[in-house]
């Protein structure tokens, strides 16, 4: 059996990133080339999680740099320098967070839960009533049901 020690010790451990060249001279301006072209990250906590998530409050964009940032050992960058830095290479910063972190979502369990009958429902309520998905996901299932089956009704006229 794993110590509490042992569990803990995982978000810890740190992990060199090697940096695709493209990333960093996008359109072939190579000027200064850099034999080393990686990074340190280490896999975010939930605590880590929880800071981005509220500090952000529902700006996606401000998510994927507080995570970045977060994540990021060396070099330690500020919220301001993982901001200014190119779309892509932030992009691919964030998905070897997520792998490190455990939170990766393969394509086939995206599209099962974009298929999920209470993630449609979802959508269409937030579409129909112009809800955030903070007061959607605030409904009880009957609640959900009630409101599709007004919305089937008025259709239905």
């Known amino acids: 059996m794993l110590s509490a020690e042992e569990l803990l010790a995982g978000s ?3 992990y060199t990133i090697e940096i695709p060249p493209e990333l960093l001279a996008p359109n ?3 000027g200064q080339a850099t034999a080393d072209r990686s990074v340190r990250l280490r896999p975010l906590t939930i605590r880590d999680l929880q800071q981005a998530t509220r500090a952000a409050k529902d700006n996606d964009t401000l998510v994927a740099v507080l995570m970045v940032q977060q994540a990021l050992v060396e070099p330690a960058l500020t919220i301001a320098q993982v901001a200014a830095l190119p779309a892509g290479l932030v992009q691919f910063l964030l998905q070897q967070v997520n792998r490190l972190s ?3 979502t393969s394509q086939e369990q995206m599209n099962s839960a974009l ?3 209470l993630a ?3 959508f ?3 579409k129909e009533f112009g809800w955030t998905p903070q007061e959607v996901n605030n409904l009880t299932l009957g609640q959900v049901l009630l409101h599709l089956q007004m ?3 008025q259709a239905g006229k």
Do not use: S, Y
């Open 12 to 14: 810890d451990v740190t």
């Open 28 to 30: 072939g301006h190579r």
């Open 102 to 104: 455990g939170i990766t």
């Open 115 to 117: 298929e999920a009958p």
């Open 120 to 122: 449609k429902a979802a």
């Open 124 to 126: 269409i309520l937030a």
């Open 151 to 153: 919305l089937k009704q």
